[in-house]
């Protein structure tokens, strides 16, 4: 009789044991600090089938967020078409996403992150990672610049998920897409790659007056 060795065979309960040491290790570590070594290991399976289930890294944390689309898949044609109006493309992908059959799924993740502090540090590190690293990694920037940028980037479109979708401030929940990205999309684009007189320099005397960059 062949020794058994601890390891979880590959049967229906594998896949959702990935899924939780997943959940913990990204919540916990971070997405660069969870390797697929550490989460099958919390699995009890071999770093194989977590490959095998989910493949690469960022598609195991698309499948614990379980939003509605692949930022891998997504982000490259907003990016691609140049610097100049990822603003707008980013909104307009945005609000397309949310306005479809799956935005409902994403009102309700986004109501979780509203009350529950260990979903919310999952979406903080979705968003961060995958969604806005992705994004400025496409645009000729300042490396130091990105952090900051993306932070407003994020408040603008997560500010927006929770007035048009979750409380339905009016008007904003009602007018159709495009009036939300003509109003909304320059904001965002000046945040991207415009010039933000002032703020680097306001950032840096508050790191430097705490002793460290600020908290996220």
């Known amino acids: 009789m062949a020794r058994r060795t601890g390891r979880r065979p590959g049967n229906p309960d594998t896949r959702e044991a990935i899924l939780a040491s997943a959940r913990d290790a990204f919540a916990e ?11 099958a290991a919390g699995a009890g399976v071999d770093p194989a089938l977590v490959h095998h289930y989910f493949g690469a890294k960022d598609k195991l944390f698309v499948a614990v967020m379980k939003v509605p689309f692949d930022p891998g898949e997504l ?26 059959p799956a935005g409902a799924a994403g009102v309700a993740l986004l109501r979780s992150v509203l009350s529950n502090e260990w979903t919310a540090r ?14 400025m990694s496409g645009l000729d920037l300042p490396a130091a610049e990105a952090p900051l940028r993306s932070s407003l980037v994020a408040s603008q479109l997560v500010g927006l998920a929770v007035a048009r979708y979750v409380l339905r401030v009016e008007p904003l929940a009602s007018v159709p897409a495009e009036v ?13 790659t415009g010039e933000l007189t002032g703020v680097f320099d306001l950032a840096e005397a508050g790191e430097r007056a705490i002793g460290g960059p600020p908290s996220a």
């Open 29 to 39: 570590r971070g997405f660069d600090g969870a390797s697929i070594r550490t989460i």
């Open 75 to 100: 982000l490259p044609e907003i990016v691609a078409g140049g610097p100049g109006g990822v603003g707008e493309r980013l909104v307009r992908t945005f609000l397309r996403l949310w306005d479809s």
């Open 122 to 135: 999952l979406m903080r590190e979705f968003v961060t990672t995958q969604i806005l690293r992705r994004v």
């Open 180 to 192: 939300a990205v003509a109003a909304i999309a320059p904001t965002v684009q000046r945040y991207l």
